[in-house]
């Protein structure tokens, strides 16, 4: 499958503890989303990359949270010091970018649960 | 800031009937994406708007874009089961500083026997 890959795809975690997910987008898209998404709410959106450059950055993230996409390739993002509040499915996407239109793909999820 | 609106937020439907779904969002974008989500899954690509009058069609389901209006559709035809799912329209703004892609609150789709 040459999808877009997260895991992991579930992890829970003490309030205070910092978690990490792992997004591998489908070969050669260059642009690499993540989007937060709660219960019966749309998703959220958090952070875009063009190849390994962060160009939007939501103003809902706080500075507990952090993003990379070191070479333009896999993306991880952190969360430090979790809360109750963060706990949520978040979902990672791709697209070849460009003026096509290309889909957007998203992976599977990562779901964070914080006790 | 960009506002995506949806509705209905819930419909519930018999099988076999017509209804839409309606997105209207603030600002200019030539872009738009529907999206399907299972309870507990990701979401699947059903269709992406490129230009003012686009319409797309797969099976059941049809959507339109009107970018002068900014209003997108979502039509279902002779619903069935299986189309019971949420339902997202998505704006992508790219012009000035902002460059990201906006979801609506979804439409809870629920369609009876």
């Known amino acids: 499958d040459t999808g877009v890959s997260q895991n992991p795809r579930h992890k829970i975690t003490k309030r205070g503890q910092n978690v990490t997910f792992r997004c591998d987008p489908i070969s050669e898209h260059n642009r690499l989303y993540w989007y937060r998404q709660t219960l019966g709410q749309g998703p959220e959106f958090l952070t875009y990359f063009q190849n390994e450059a962060q160009l939007e950055k939501s103003r809902l993230l706080s500075d507990r949270f952090s993003a990379e996409r070191p070479k333009g390739s896999f993306s991880t993002l952190e969360i430090q010091r979790t809360e109750q509040g963060d706990s949520a499915m978040y979902l990672c996407?791709?697209?070849?970018?460009?003026?096509?239109?290309?889909?957007?793909?998203f992976g599977e999820g990562s779901w964070l649960t914080v006790v | 800031e960009l506002k995506v609106e949806q509705n209905p937020l819930f419909l519930s439907m018999q099988e076999g009937k017509n209804y839409t779904i309606y997105c209207n969002y603030s600002t200019t974008s030539d872009r738009l994406y529907w999206y399907r989500q299972d309870p507990g899954k990701s979401l699947e690509s059903l269709f992406v708007?490129?230009?003012?009058?686009a319409v797309k069609q797969e099976g059941r389901l049809m959507a339109s874009l009107d970018t002068k209006a900014r209003l997108s559709t979502l039509h279902i035809t002779a619903a069935v089961h299986d189309l019971s799912a949420t339902y997202f329209c998505?704006?992508?703004?790219?012009?000035?500083?902002?460059?990201?892609?906006?979801f609506g609150k979804g439409t809870r789709l629920h369609i009876l026997p």
């Open positions: 708007l490129l230009s003012n009058g």
């Open positions: 998505a704006v992508d703004i790219s012009w000035g500083r902002d460059d990201k892609i906006i």
């Open positions: 996407a791709s697209t070849r970018g460009g003026d096509s239109g290309n889909t957007i793909y």
